[in-house]
């Protein structure tokens, strides 16, 4: 559950990424597979050499997903049901790759956002990131 101000914090956190989404999402896949080389197993078939178009393209992806549910939290579930079962029937992410890929992405807005991202700010997308990662993990269960 999350509260109005943590909505709030969120729904604004977001509207400040929505215009950069591919280039946001590109830097902190590039952190992923650069700080946590294991993640890169997952990726084989696909270009993770720093600067790849493909890491831009998936970037996008995976940001665009994120946003799918940011203004809706009371709707996660039924938002990210599809990608859940991809992730854990098709691609079989191991769930702890979701807590590396989180953090990457909380970097990322940290330095982009230092104004807006306060500790607050921070303690919200957080809780939210951590939500979006048990959605994602959850049919493993
Ligand atoms: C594919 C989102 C975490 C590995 C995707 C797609 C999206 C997505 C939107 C594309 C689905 C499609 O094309 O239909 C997310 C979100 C994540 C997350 C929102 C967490 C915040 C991870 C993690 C890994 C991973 C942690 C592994 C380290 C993959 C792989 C693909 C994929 C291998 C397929 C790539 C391809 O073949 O093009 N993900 N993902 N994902 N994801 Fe994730």
Not at 67 to 78: E, I, P, R, V
């Amino acid at each position: 559950m999350y509260s109005a101000t943590e909505k709030a914090l969120i729904a604004s956190i977001w509207e400040k990424v929505t215009p950069h989404t591919e280039q946001w999402g590109g830097e902190a896949l590039e952190r992923l597979f650069a700080v946590f080389p294991q993640t890169k197993i997952y990726f084989k078939h696909v270009d993770t050499s720093p600067g790849s178009a493909a890491i831009r393209t998936h970037g996008d992806k995976v940001m665009k997903a994120i946003g799918s549910t940011a203004g809706d939290l009371d709707n996660m579930l039924t938002t990210l049901s599809s990608l859940s079962n991809l992730h854990a029937y098709n691609l079989m992410v191991d769930p702890v790759n979701f807590k590396l890929l989180s953090h990457c992405i909380l970097v990322v807005l940290a330095n982009h956002l230092p104004s807006e991202f306060t500790p607050e700010a921070h303690l919200a997308f957080d809780k939210f990131l951590a939500s979006v990662a048990a959605i994602l993990s959850q049919k493993y269960r």
